[in-house]
């Protein structure tokens, strides 16, 4: 049984003036049964003990009836009770920080970005959260969890001639983590708010990205998103085994392929981490009770390792590595990504920059697509350099990266240093019927992949 | 029920008061691998605040409802109000004259069990097994209750189901999907639903590539629907249209599609499953977009319509609400001809069953890229002649919909209510490895 209390502030200002401040409470408990080997889930909003009892009868019921279409009964690895308190560590609580403070510091990084002519639209976002998590379950665990965090963005949008271009920071999605008041502090929005508006000025007037095989290097904001499509989904275990099938898709990485699949290059090492401190998956216990951990998905360019629940793990080890959460106490658990690293090589983004004569330079998350199989995927950044003798040359607008997911890792020769490498929250990942929404994490350097497509034939 | 939320609106000391109250009872059985894995029942609200001083406006939310609650919310609406003034606003909703009835409620469909749920299943389950085929789908039957009422007078409530089945047969080397939708159960064909999904696994067995490039397609209505439920987002609604963000900005009476695409949003349609009112209680309005290829509106809400000084037509989402008016219940209108002449009159094209993982390229210019998924075929000279490897599109919606050149007699209702659609030089960027 999981009780869970969410609370949620959503702040905006818009072309000048405070467009919304969204405050939101979430609160309700969920009970997870298994009765004669079959599943059942009910959840409610009201905890009162006539409540309690009356959901857990109603799993049950539900559960009973999953047994209308099983074929085995369920098998879960081995979990010890658990009694323990996990805390999200912070300096400055953002909801102790007055909401004046706040919207201050957005007003002024707004007008920042208005003050630029040519812009049209100029928003300034912040958002922080705090979730309160119970957990008890019949293996004997009695667990509390206290998670927090906060994020910001900026995003400047301008227009001309049925052209719009948007330019953001630190990335169109925000960058968010599980610390206090002061990631808000650490980002100097003010430093970079006339920056992006500049930036999505000129992009009006950059030229289209060519269509082209070229050597591309991708900050690591691109980077992080391109792991969390091309290697966090793929290696969820569920959608392996065919649970997603008929929504998010299954996957390329078929269990005959652990620790026979070169993946990427031998440079690349990507783990899974829910350990790290301030990521937006980093937890004490995940929501079966079992113990946040670290492990490898791909090593040494190889594909090793999956994300695993107790259901599924057995069919690879004899232990889950602890990724099942839900977004609410309204909604099942399922296998979600943590912390999806890209472990940091050698070199600043100035440095592989400096050392590629020709190529291109893409920054800036915009969108991304791929298949329900996790293959081919289309990236698209907010903005873009050609690459000359080792300069920036021309600045590209629209630009898209496309290409098969793994042969594209196969062609990665350069992994930047823990000098650019950042880890970032990735708050909106979708999965699942009816969908949740997970905060996830991606720590990525920017890399470059050689000879890869851009552009795409209109 | 509304009775307790007026008896609530007299503890605000705002200038004006609404109260939002939502109730979801939902039962999901999902199954894959041809097994129930996932079941739930789940029941629970949203309470919604808002509160008007003058031009300052503030709101809070919950998921708890009772009287020590309501006190708490309009406490936080009220802090909250301190710090948004917005002289554009003019007032909440007012009484409305009255709305309209809607039959989109059913006690078949709200009381339909777990039990219930797993027959069906098993059903479908059996009839995979008798072609060699695994499933994964769901099927959903939810009851939903909805109250508004603000101190303006304004007193709305309604309660709709709807119920959903949504299947996919899966192959050795190929996947076919269906899905249906109704506001009552026992007007979905669970077995003509799983056997088309079936069908189109058998067909897609398999696929072989080929090359990307320009192709006239035959869209079946789930893929005309993804590409207008899309659409949507980016042009339908009023303020990406005064904020010159869609496509639709100062295009209003210019032609920008085919004249056999028309596009409106109509709640009074019973294939829509739609509310008679929107979520600030305003009653809603039959909204065109596209008019035999003419742009012709936008969707409004209360603080949209006032702000630009036109019609309400009832389309407010929950408030605080930055992305503005949407629609919910849109429908693209038939056409003439029977769905398989559009495959017959073709002399190369494929026909998609659906497109997958959509995303917005450019918005104004409504560039998309998407895949298509679980039953993508080739026609030749009229004929589906053999399944192919996904492929991935790139492409201006809008441009796109000027070159439609067929349109189905016959309709579905997925996430929009759609036809067969014919749409030629669809271009296609890239493949996949399945």
């Known amino acids: 049984m999981r009780i869970v209390e969410e609370m949620k502030e959503t702040l905006l200002v818009k072309n000048g003036k405070v467009e919304m401040i969204e405050l939101t409470e979430d609160f309700g408990f969920g009970v997870r049964t298994i009765v004669g080997g079959a599943w059942g889930f009910a959840s409610s909003a009201e905890l009162k003990r006539e409540q309690v009892e009356k959901t857990a009868q109603l799993s049950c019921r539900v559960a009973k009836a999953s047994r209308k279409a099983m074929e085995k009964e369920v098998s879960l690895a081995a979990s010890r009770g658990i009694v323990d308190s996990y805390r999200t560590p912070y300096e400055t609580d953002p909801f102790g920080v007055s909401l004046a403070k706040k919207l201050e510091l957005l007003m002024e990084a707004e007008k920042l970005m208005r003050k630029v002519k040519g812009v049209a639209i100029t928003e300034a976002e912040m958002l922080t959260w705090k979730t309160k998590k119970w957990f008890a379950s019949t293996d004997g665990s009695m667990i509390d969890q206290e998670l927090l965090g906060t994020g910001t963005q900026l995003r400047a949008t301008a227009m001309k001639n049925g052209d719009m271009q948007v330019r953001s920071y630190p990335n169109l999605q925000g960058q968010y983590a599980a610390k206090g008041y002061e990631l808000i502090d650490s980002l100097k929005l003010t430093d970079n708010a006339e920056r992006v508006a500049e930036e999505a000025v000129a992009l009006l007037s950059a030229k289209p990205c060519p269509h082209q095989q070229s050597n591309l290097i991708l900050d690591s904001a691109l980077t992080a998103i391109y792991i969390h499509e091309s290697v966090g989904h793929p290696t969820e275990l569920d959608r392996v085994l065919g649970t997603e099938a008929n929504f998010a898709g299954t996957s390329h990485l078929t269990l005959d392929k652990r620790g026979q699949f070169q993946f990427a290059s031998p440079e690349v090492q990507i783990v899974a981490d829910a350990t790290i401190p301030t990521g937006l998956g980093t937890f004490g216990w995940d929501d079966e009770g079992i113990e946040a951990s670290n492990f490898h998905l791909v090593k040494d360019g190889m594909f090793v390792g999956y994300l695993t629940s107790r259901e599924t793990a057995p069919v690879v080890e004899a232990r889950s590595n602890g990724t099942m959460r839900a977004d609410s106490w309204k909604n099942l658990p399922l296998i979600r990504m943590t912390n999806i690293n890209l472990l940091p090589g050698k070199g600043s983004l100035d440095e592989i920059v400096a050392n590629t004569d020709e190529g291109f330079y893409f920054e800036g998350f915009k969108t991304v697509s791929i298949d329900d199989k996790r293959l081919n995927f289309s990236l698209g950044p907010e903005i873009g350099w050609a690459i000359k003798k080792g300069k920036r040359d021309y600045m590209v607008k629209n630009p898209v990266f496309t290409g098969i997911s793994y042969k594209v890792w196969r062609s990665c020769d350069w992994i930047g240093g823990e000098e650019d490498w950042v880890l970032w929250g990735e708050p909106y990942c979708g999965k699942g019927e009816p969908i949740q929404v997970m905060r996830v994490g991606h720590g990525a350097p920017p890399v470059r992949f050689k000879n890869v497509l851009i552009g795409a034939k209109s | 029920m509304i009775e307790k939320l007026k008896e609530s609106l007299s503890l605000s000391d705002a200038d004006q008061t609404e109260i939002f109250l939502f109730n979801e009872q939902m039962g999901l059985t999902r199954f894959a ?27 809070s939310r919950t998921t708890r409802f009772d009287k020590n609650t309501m006190k708490e919310q309009i406490r936080l609406a009220k802090e909250s109000s301190k710090f948004i003034k917005d002289p554009d606003f003019v007032s909440l909703p007012p009484k409305q004259p009255g709305y309209t009835e809607l039959k989109n409620w059913s006690r078949k469909t709200e009381s339909f069990t777990p039990e219930e749920r797993g027959d069906w299943v098993e059903r479908i389950v059996k009839m995979m097994k008798k072609n060699g085929l695994t ?78 490039g320009k192709y006239t397609v035959v869209l079946e209505p789930l893929a005309t629907s993804d590409f207008i439920h899309y659409l949507s987002f980016l042009a339908f609604g009023a303020l990406a249209f005064h904020e010159d963000r869609s496509y639709l900005s100062q295009k209003l009476g210019e032609q920008v599609a085919s004249p056999l695409v028309t596009i409106y949003d109509d709640p009074y349609d019973h294939r829509a499953i739609g509310l008679p009112f929107d979520f600030e209680g305003a009653a809603k309005k039959r909204v065109t977009f596209i008019e035999e290829g003419m742009a012709k509106g936008v969707a409004y809400d209360s603080y949209s319509a006032n702000r630009w000084k036109k019609e309400n037509t009832g389309h407010a989402l929950l408030p605080p609400n930055p992305h503005g008016p949407f629609p919910t219940d849109l429908i693209m209108k038939a056409g003439t001809l029977p769905k398989d002449e559009l495959i017959q009159s073709c002399k190369k094209g494929l026909l998609i069953t659906r497109f997958w993982y959509i995303r917005v390229l450019s918005p104004k210019e409504t560039l998309f890229t998407g895949m298509t998924r679980d039953g993508t075929f080739l026609i030749e000279n009229g004929e589906i002649t053999r399944p192919v490897k996904n492929l991935r599109f790139q492409e201006k919606v809008m441009d796109a919909l000027t070159r439609v050149d067929a349109v189905s007699k016959e309709v579905e209702a997925h996430s929009v209510v759609a036809p067969w659609i014919r749409i030629r030089d669809l271009n296609f960027i890239g493949g996949t490895e399945y």
């Open chain 2, 33 to 59: 691998n041809s097994v129930i894995h996932q079941n739930l029942i789940r029941n629970w609200n949203i309470l919604n605040t808002r509160l008007v001083y003058g031009k300052n406006i503030g709101t």
């Open chain 2, 135 to 212: 499933t994964a789908g769901y099927l959903t039957t939810d009851s939903t209750a909805l109250s508004v009422v603000n101190s303006t007078g304004l007193e709305a409530s309604t309660q709709v189901t709807e119920a959903e089945l949504a299947v996919t047969a899966i192959g050795e080397s190929g996947t076919g999907y269906a899905e249906q939708r109704s506001y009552e159960i026992g007007k979905i064909d669970m077995e003509a639903t799983a056997q088309r999904a079936i069908d189109k696994a058998l067909r897609s067995k398999n696929p072989t590539e080929i090359e990307p």
